[in-house]
């Protein structure tokens, strides 16, 4: 398996992940669990951060070309800022202009609250399709494929890493 | 389409989420250390709050109004902003799953605040059809976006200025929101006349 082809000048959004299966060549990590808010010391207490097990689990993700690893280890990986940028474009902004846009071009055409609905309806589904199809785009581009960047010294606090 | 315009600017400038009614502080100070973090969690709380504000308006117009549960409202539209947040990540997953991971690698999980519940129980105040509704959440969700990313902006520049020890980190970043905060007062002058 090889790297995504990414320019390495371009600055690095780095994250932490955790070693958690190796299979071959190939490392399998899973990130560590950020909070919306990040700046409250009663975190654990509500809810924010985390979000399960099983959440983390489904977030699993290999890494192309990453070095002897072992299981528990804590990685900082990165992806170019520009991706990252279009993969969150990609996702949510691309949905949700074509959904508000597709509203108030009925609503100013005269359609009600249900026809105003059923446009915003129409609006998110085709937006989700052109968001699937950009993403298949970026992905065959390796754009959304993390790289290894340096391993987390031991005893090491990843925010401050970062 | 006049009306659109002027609900958009006031829900982005003039009453902006962070700055004019100072909701969501919490993700303002903790995510606004990068920009591109600031704008990647921008746009996803942007697609929550729009989303979340259909599901409240439809419970707010059908259940809650004529029913007289009033007294169920914020309680109602938790779970509503719950089931959103859900909703968005089983939707993204189902759309790309590369794209899911990545996401999910640099971005926050839960993207949810104050700031969502604020914008849905401010909806209740200003009684919009659907669509306005709709729009207003966007354009609230818009100026949250906004203020992120000038802020972020704000403190990448401050974090290479010599600012004094006891001053340097939150101390700072405060006094630059009240600041900034004092900037979009500005904007309370305009109005639709």
Same mark, same amino acid.
């Given at each position: 398996m090889t790297g995504p082809d990414l320019s390495i000048d371009e600055p690095l959004l780095e994250s932490v992940a955790r070693v958690v299966a190796l299979e071959g060549e190939t490392v399998w990590l899973e990130p560590e669990p950020k909070a919306s808010c990040s700046g409250c010391m009663s975190l654990a207490m509500c809810g924010?951060?985390?979000?399960?097990v099983r959440a983390l689990a489904a977030r699993r993700f290999p890494l192309p070309g990453a070095p002897a690893l072992k299981i528990g280890e804590r990685v900082v990986v990165g992806l170019p800022e520009g991706s990252v940028l279009r993969a969150s474009a990609t996702a949510y902004a691309v949905p949700i202009v074509l959904m508000v846009g597709a509203g108030i071009t009925a609503q100013t055409n005269g359609a009600g609250d249900l026809g105003g609905a059923l446009a915003m309806f129409g609006g998110l589904a085709v937006g989700l399709i052109i968001a699937r199809l950009i993403a298949s785009r970026l992905s065959g581009r390796g754009e959304l494929t993390p790289r290894f960047v340096r391993r987390v010294a031991s005893g090491g606090d990843c925010s401050r890493n970062l | 389409m006049k009306d659109v315009i002027l609900l958009m600017v006031s829900a982005t400038l003039?009453?902006? $989420?962070?700055?004019?009614?100072?909701?969501?502080l919490c993700s303002f100070m903790g $995510?606004?250390?990068k920009v591109d973090t600031a704008i990647g969690m921008g746009m996803a709380t942007t697609f929550v709050i729009t989303v979340s504000s259909m599901g409240d308006w439809a419970l707010e117009t059908f259940l809650l109004a004529p029913f007289d549960l009033g007294y169920l409202r914020t309680v109602t539209f938790i779970l509503v902003i719950a089931a959103a947040v859900q909703f968005t990540e089983m939707v993204i997953r189902k759309v790309s799953p590369a794209l899911f991971r990545t996401l999910g690698i640099y971005l926050p999980l839960i993207t949810t605040n104050c700031a969502v519940l604020g914008v849905a129980l401010l909806l209740v105040e200003g009684r919009y059809g659907f669509v306005d509704s709709t729009v207003f959440a966007f354009a609230s969700a818009f100026g949250y976006s906004l203020v992120m990313v000038v802020f972020a902006g704000l403190r990448e520049r401050l974090a290479l200025a010599d600012v004094p020890a006891i001053m340097a980190g939150p101390p700072i970043g405060f006094i630059t929101a009240g600041l900034l905060a004092l900037a979009f007062m500005g904007f309370s002058g305009i109005s639709a006349n």
């Open positions: 924010a951060k985390g979000g399960g | 003039v009453n902006n $989420v962070v700055l004019a009614r100072f909701l969501g $995510v606004t250390t």
